[in-house]
C-alpha cells in the first residue's frame, strides 16, 4: 500500500471539523486514516466517536510533573463536544470512562506497543 498524496481539505467551518475531514478522506477512497496527535486531538475523537482503534506506545522514560491523563481537556476542537476539565483541572464527574479491548501487544526493550479496538 502506497501512502496517498497529501491534499488541502477545505473546511466548512472556521476550525477544524474532524467529522467532515473524515467524510472528505471516505470520498476520496480513503478509509483507513491513522491520526496522529497529543491528548486533545485524542479527546476530540472520542467526544466525535470516530475512533475505531487506539495505539499507544509506553516507554520506561520518568520525566517531571505534568497532567496523568492520556485525554486532556482544553476546549474541543469538535463543535458541541463535552470534553475538558473543570476549573479545578478535574475531568467533569460526567465523563464516562471508554473501556477499549486489547488486541494486541509488542514488546522490545522495555517498550510496550499496544493497539486497544473501540469497537
Known amino acids: 500500500m502506497r501512502p496517498a498524496p497529501p491534499q488541502d481539505l477545505p473546511s466548512p467551518t472556521p476550525g477544524p471539523d474532524?467529522?467532515?475531514?473524515?467524510?472528505?478522506?471516505t470520498e476520496?477512497?480513503?478509509?483507513?486514516?491513522?491520526?496522529e496527535g497529543g491528548?486533545?486531538?485524542?479527546a476530540d475523537?472520542?467526544?466525535?466517536?470516530?475512533?475505531?482503534?487506539?495505539?499507544?506506545?509506553t516507554t520506561p522514560v520518568l520525566v517531571g510533573p505534568?497532567?496523568?491523563?492520556?485525554v486532556a481537556g482544553l476546549p474541543p476542537l469538535v463543535p458541541g463536544a463535552a470534553?475538558?476539565?473543570t476549573a479545578?483541572?478535574?475531568?467533569p464527574a460526567s465523563a464516562d470512562p471508554v473501556r477499549?479491548?486489547?488486541?494486541?501487544?509488542?514488546?522490545?526493550?522495555?517498550?510496550?506497543?499496544?493497539?486497544?479496538?473501540?469497537?
Do not use: Q, S
Not at 18 to 25: D, F, K, T
Not at 66 to 70: A, C, E, M, N, S
Open 18 to 25: 474532524l467529522r467532515a475531514g473524515l467524510a472528505a478522506l
Open 45 to 57: 475523537l472520542l467526544a466525535a466517536d470516530l475512533l475505531d482503534e487506539l495505539c499507544v506506545t
Open 66 to 70: 505534568g497532567p496523568g491523563r492520556i
Open 28 to 35: 476520496r477512497g480513503l478509509t483507513r486514516v491513522l491520526c
Open 88 to 91: 479545578g483541572g478535574e475531568m
Open 100 to 119: 477499549p479491548r486489547l488486541e494486541h501487544l509488542l514488546h522490545a526493550g522495555g517498550t510496550l506497543a499496544a493497539r486497544w479496538a473501540l469497537r
Open 83 to 85: 470534553t475538558g476539565p
Open 39 to 42: 491528548p486533545h486531538l485524542l
